[in-house]
């Protein structure tokens, strides 16, 4: 049963640029969440999809976007990098409504901006 | 909104020691989970013990075991005959008890490093 898995692992862009990251959740789970663990932080809520919409969004701004697939992936989005997007983009799945309140974690992308 | 204090940034402990993490939480919910995540250097967050709001009794797993507060808002972490593999960051979590879709949003704390030494 494969876990939570993330690509890219690793990744340097410039500021200004555009990335996008991707997440395949735990099998059987529809849920997927972004976190954002700056250095020597705990993680911080991007935002949550659900039955490919958007449902809950902590404080990112706009250039942060995201899109769930039918097959319940998803991509995290974020336009105009800044230096201050240097960070370790955590994805985690679980049960949209059925679950215990556990959260399975992909090990992250981690991602510099020069 | 919720925040979860963690006052110990770091700590370390002796091999087949016992060590104790403190958290603290705030919120005005009634009803929620309270976790521990542990993050090795691999960086992947592995849930260690989750605790309900609503049930008394402290959760146990294996080696660990919390000491939940409920009045007090406070959830430690005790970690008994530590081992190396214990070495990590170890993260407080905070989730609302929310029925429906597009729940379990976590709100960490910022982490306390534990070394074990031989």
């Known amino acids: 049963d494969a876990g939570v898995t993330q690509s890219p692992t690793h990744l340097i862009k410039t500021r200004g640029q555009q990335v996008t990251l991707r997440c395949s959740p735990k099998?059987?789970?529809?849920?997927v969440s972004w976190y954002q663990q700056a250095l020597g932080q705990g993680p911080q809520f991007i935002f949550q999809y659900y039955e490919e919409e958007e449902r809950q969004r902590g404080n990112f701004p706009d250039r942060f976007s995201g899109h769930q697939f039918p097959n319940y992936s998803s991509e995290l989005n974020v336009n105009a990098l800044l230096l201050g997007d240097s960070a370790l983009y955590l994805c985690?799945?679980?049960?949209?409504?059925?679950?215990?309140?556990?959260?399975?974690f992909g090990e992250g992308s981690r991602l510099t901006v020069l | 909104a919720q925040t979860v204090t963690q006052s110990q940034p770091e700590m370390s402990v002796q091999e087949a020691e016992t060590v104790t993490l403190s958290c603290t939480y705030d919120t005005s919910e009634n009803n929620y989970y309270l976790f521990w995540y542990k993050q090795p250097p691999s960086r992947q967050m592995i849930l260690v013990i989750r605790?309900?709001?609503?049930?008394?009794q402290n959760a146990t797993e294996n080696r660990f075991s919390v000491n939940f507060q409920k009045a007090a808002k406070s959830f430690s972490l005790k970690i008994s005959d530590s081992q190396l593999g214990d070495t990590a960051m170890y993260f407080c979590?905070?989730?609302?008890?929310?029925?429906?879709?597009?729940?379990?949003?976590?709100?960490f704390g910022k982490g306390t490093k534990l070394s074990v030494i031989p």
């Open positions: 979590a905070f989730m609302r008890t929310h029925s429906g879709a597009g729940s379990y949003q976590l709100t």
């Open positions: 605790q309900e709001a609503y049930k008394q």
């Open positions: 985690a799945s679980s049960l949209g409504t059925r679950g215990t309140g556990e959260l399975f």
């Open positions: 099998s059987g789970h529809d849920t």
